[in-house]
């Protein structure tokens, strides 16, 4: 049993400070207070820092020179013990638009290591960002790869599959996710040229994300309104890569004052730079110039990001008005509650796992708790 004291702790709707936290594999008890008397416990001072629930990245595709298309154990353990650096505890490796057998081997090597554990951050499940894509909107994805929508593809895998990005202006969307709901995979607009009356035709038929908003989708217009106008007037939940390069502070400010707090999601869309030097890597298969932390490939098209999930927090705090409390729901509980997971991970409460990220008064992560065992 581990006792965290003089720690200010992060809930959905209030910071609780100079509180304690009693924790074994599970979240044991909190109190509101510094007062706790007991033994036999190991003692940590968080020092006036803060406690948070441990991060849940959605949409990771890689870190360290390891991707997730890479196929192995060995890449998913390299990009987990990355992640749990930054807080993440729980994440979801990220599929691109390649060729169907490395898809296929991919979604296999993924569901093997969900089953193996890993080192670092634990794999809950897996994001299908390609193929099912518009080439106009291709952004960093492989357009000889992108295809139209195949249930096929997936077939096997449906139990881990928790997001499933498609652009719904292509044929039988309806269809798919309608097989798709069934399995309980959540279906995300993304890379696409949908217009505001086809995305809302495939809201009204089961979609409900949207992958990295304002990123590879058609601009708003005042007459046409399109993805981003249905994403903003909608429960919709949303990605926003806060790195200040995806997104201008603006965006994420204005963002945070139209969407309800508890339908933003910070995602970090790494890439396998992440952590690395300024070089030349790939990504899906093409390949990705990394200069001064801005990773692209040669057409200039952005290509995911070396952002960490803790510096997606700092970021959006200071681009907008919203309290600290309300910016960690955004790393934690939001994305918890869209992959399903939100009754056991996602807040400091009692009898929920124990992943806890104690973070000093400026927000550094210091310690990273996964399931009552320190990782980091």
Not at 189 to 209: C, D, P, R
Not at 336 to 358: M, P, Q, W
Request: hydrophobic share 35%.
């Amino acid at each position: 049993m581990k006792l965290i004291k003089n720690v200010n702790i992060i809930t959905p709707t209030e910071i609780i400070k100079n509180g304690s936290i009693l924790f074994d594999k599970k979240i044991e008890k909190i109190f509101k207070t510094n007062d706790f008397v007991g033994s036999d416990y190991e003692v940590i001072d968080g020092n006036g820092g803060y406690l948070s629930p441990g991060f849940v990245d959605i949409h990771v595709h890689g870190a360290m020179g390891k991707d997730t298309m890479d196929a192995s154990v060995e890449a998913l353990n390299t990009i987990s013990e990355s992640l749990i650096k930054s807080g993440v505890t729980s994440f979801l490796p990220t599929t691109m638009t390649m060729e169907r057998k490395k898809i296929r081997n991919a979604l296999k090597s993924i569901k093997e290591t969900i089953d193996r554990g890993l080192k670092g951050a634990q794999i809950v499940g897996t994001n299908v960002e390609g193929p099912f894509l518009n080439t106009e909107k291709k952004g960093a994805q492989d357009p000889k790869n992108i295809i139209e929508l195949d249930l096929k593809l997936l077939e096997g895998y449906e139990s881990i599959i928790k997001l499933c990005t498609i652009a719904p202006e292509k044929k039988e969307t309806k269809q798919f996710i309608k097989e798709m709901k069934k399995h309980g995979i959540k279906i995300s607009v993304g890379h696409s040229t949908a217009s505001y009356e086809e995305t809302m035709n495939a809201y009204n038929w089961g979609l409900s994300h949207v992958t990295h908003l304002f990123n590879g989708m058609v601009e708003l217009h005042h007459r046409r309104p399109g993805i981003i106008g249905a994403a903003l007037t909608t429960d919709m939940t949303v990605e926003l890569i806060a790195d200040l390069i995806h997104l201008s502070p603006v965006i994420l400010d204005m963002v945070s004052k139209i969407k309800d707090s508890d339908k933003i999601i910070l995602v970090t869309d790494s890439m396998r730079a992440n952590g690395l030097e300024d070089g030349t890597y790939s990504l899906g298969g093409q390949k990705v110039i990394l200069k001064d932390g801005e990773a692209r490939i040669e057409t200039g098209s952005l290509a995911g990001s070396t952002l960490t999930l803790d510096k997606a927090v700092k970021n959006m705090y200071n681009s907008t008005d919203l309290d600290l409390h309300t910016v960690f729901k955004m790393a934690t509980i939001n994305p918890a509650r869209l992959l399903d997971i939100d009754h056991y991970k996602g807040l400091i409460k009692e009898n929920y796992d124990a992943d806890l990220v104690l973070l000093d008064k400026d927000l550094e992560v210091k310690k990273v708790y996964l399931k009552g065992e320190r990782k980091y």
